[in-house]
């Protein structure tokens, strides 16, 4: 089945920066698409940004765009996701998640991914 996990979440002051990275363990994940989610207290979770298995195609949510990046490793089975210019409202747990094998196009529903890791708390302070 396989695992995800994550790490490189913790607590900064707004207009800080922060990496996430998220490797796979127990089998390879190079042939999935990648994705970052995110859930805040009390809040559905929601989409952050997603990579193809390459890497070549990536997708984003509003809120984060041109601040946050998204990309593969070189062995393809880690996503990284660089978080620059936080801001409060950017604090949550964020998860990894893999879509299922070779599936073609990037998806921003929790539903259709098919392997999660734990999470990571990010905290960005005013």
């Known amino acids: 089945q396989g695992q995800l996990v994550e790490s490189g979440g913790g607590s900064v002051q707004a207009g800080g920066s922060l990496r996430l990275s998220c490797a796979g363990a127990g089998r390879t994940f190079s042939i999935n698409n990648m994705a970052w989610f995110r859930q805040a207290p009390g809040l559905e979770r929601e989409f952050v940004a997603a990579?193809?298995?390459?890497?070549?195609?990536?997708y984003y949510a509003d809120s984060v765009k041109g601040r946050f990046t998204i990309s593969r490793g070189n062995d393809e089975n880690t996503v990284y996701l660089q978080m620059n210019s936080l801001k409060p409202e950017d604090t949550a747990v964020y998860y990894c998640?893999?879509?299922?094998?070779?599936?073609?196009?990037?998806?921003?529903?929790?539903?259709?991914?098919?392997?999660w890791g734990q999470g990571t708390q990010v905290t960005v302070s005013s």
């Open positions: 990579a193809s298995w390459s890497g070549a195609t990536t």
């Open positions: 998640a893999a879509d299922r094998d070779l599936r073609v196009g990037l998806r921003s529903s929790p539903g259709e991914y098919d392997h």
